[in-house]
């Protein structure tokens, strides 16, 4: 029964931190592979908030919000010059350099022993100390969130991230500000995932930085694009099938416990291939954008060549 | 100074040993656009027929000449079937740098469930021996691999720029529907491309085998540092070799001043901001206001460039 609790945790902190992706990947078309490290950040803020300032865990989420919209913001500000590809590699050694100021800020973070002892919330009194009452606490934060953020899904504010996704020029001729509208999705998908960060440090109420190795944005990747891109309600569904059937590889009998990770990773890779290359468009596709549309679904992202040189960049702007 | 000398001569050898990788990586990247990011997982995986094969022949010349030639025909292989049967079908940029983080999921842990995750070194005495030039000692295997960089690095360059069917390749990376039209077959070119890449990929796989050993998860370092080295490089293998040594060198020059604690941070950091700060550069460079008179033999030449 705790088993199956945590579990359910589990798929909740995912869930919002997939729908966030899928927010930027999906609905906005902007890659990033640093969402594991933001999620390290979100709970080293929350963990640490509340293990040295005695702050309730509930303020060390927001807390760890506040940062994770910070960094989201200010890495899209620094990068936003960059073209697809050179954007998509710096977002990962953002991520190696995250993990790494986790590992080694020894003074702050403990290094690789992590923290442990994370106290949960008390609010108003009542306390969630125990499983049960920690699940209501981390259900409540999840819906409200992922109410949140369907709720922007269905804005017109998606509407202008979808057309920055199919045709940012085409929007900018339109009078938008896209760099705007960047900084905004990057504010809110940090802002979901810090607070995802923070719920699961008091969920396994002991952090340490392998939890948010690179593999970890692999994964979410994985949720999203099997989920669906641009259609958040796919992530969540994707969540709970692909965290079931990987609980599941566990309970296999037979299988030496050194091997249950790699199997684990092995049945994420060949979803992750198989979806790409046989249902591109995922589990549930994104609905067309006006209904009567003659060419539903995604469109290809526009790839970017600019790292190739200044003349190259220029014959593509004009 | 002659600590310095020493981190200096270490820091070219690293270099040289992420350098051969990036070449390959680079190879690849620049003549398809696609970025293949099982590349560190395949060319750990083809290390490891190299392995198999010297446990089961002795590490005698002949079994040692089977294992490289295993490891390269694998890797070749793995690539190629790769390019052709994945990544071609999915014609979009997204779906490809997709589709490869799920090869390299999928290669990296076959090969942990087949292996198992332990370290696996051979050992060449040989190739272990040290000899002392002046203050630096130096391993053999190291003299080794930076003099084999520095070949294949100039043995690129010469291809591509001396050679006819270099230039059908650096033509392929320049402006592939161009290099069509005037007859280049850039199918094969791309096919090539994968094929030299994957072979010094495997290269730095089996350098790695006799060096420092090899577990399945070392891949995914190696191709991340190759990665950032190809994005630095600019579409110019040269300058991709001059990254990979300088990148070795500041890894290393950082140990001499600051804590070797932070060297992977650094180093991450470095490239980040390095980038960063490269591309705002270029953007203020384009944005500038240009003056408007200026001397009538220049006027063509922006049109032109």
Known sequence: MRFLMTTFMLMEVYAIVAMSLNLLLGVAGRFSAYEAALMGVGAYTAALLATKLGLSLFWGCVAGAAMGALIGTSFQIAARHMDFFTFNITSFAFQMALYETLLKWRGVTAGSFGIFNIPRPEIAGFSFTTLEAYLAFTTACAAVIMGLLLYIERSTFALALRGLRDGEKALQSLGKNTFALKLKVFAISGAATGFAGGLLAGLTRTIHPSMFFVYLSVILMVFVVAGGRGNLRGSVVAVFLLILLEQAITLIPGIPTSQIGALQRLFYGIVLVAVIMFRPNGLLPESPIFARARFPGIKPVEDGFAFLGRTRSRESTL | ?305
């Open chain 2, 1 to 305: 100074m002659n600590l310095f000398l020493e981190l200096l001569v270490a820091g070219g050898v690293a270099g040289a040993k992420v350098g051969v990788a990036a070449l390959g990586f680079a190879l690849i990247f620049y003549t398809t656009r696609e970025m293949h990011f099982a590349f560190g997982a395949v060319s750990v995986a083809a290390a490891y027929p190299c392995y198999w094969v010297v446990k089961a022949l002795g590490d005698g010349p002949l079994g040692t000449a089977l294992g490289v030639v295993a490891a390269l025909i694998a890797a070749v292989l793995i690539s190629i079937a790769l390019h052709k049967y994945v990544y071609l079908r999915l014609r979009s940029v997204l779906p490809v740098v997709m589709a490869s983080l799920g090869v390299s999921l999928i290669v990296e842990n076959v090969i942990q469930i087949v292996a198992g995750p332990d370290i696996q070194v051979l050992s060449y005495p040989a190739l272990l021996h040290i000899v002392e030039i002046g203050p630096v000692r130096l391993r053999v295997l190291e003299i080794g691999v930076f003099i084999g960089f520095v070949i294949v690095a100039v043995a690129i360059d010469v291809f591509l720029n001396r050679t006819r069917l270099g230039q059908g390749l650096g033509a392929t990376m320049d402006d592939p529907e161009m290099a069509e039209l005037v007859g280049v077959r850039t199918s094969r070119m791309r096919m090539g491309a994968y094929a030299a890449g994957a072979a010094l990929g495997a290269i730095s796989g089996i350098v790695m085998l006799v060096d420092t050993g090899l577990k399945p998860a070392i891949g995914f370092t190696l191709l991340l540092y190759a990665l950032i080295i190809t994005i630095m490089g600019r579409g110019s293998l040269r300058s991709v070799a001059i990254w990979s040594l300088l990148f070795g060198v500041i890894r290393s020059l950082w140990s001499w001043q600051f804590s070797p604690d932070l060297q992977e941070l650094a180093v991450f950091a470095l490239m980040v901001s390095y980038l960063i700060a490269r591309d705002s550069w270029d953007r203020y460079q384009f944005n500038r206001i240009r003056p408007i008179s200026r001397p009538a033999s220049t006027v063509g030449a922006d049109a032109r460039a």
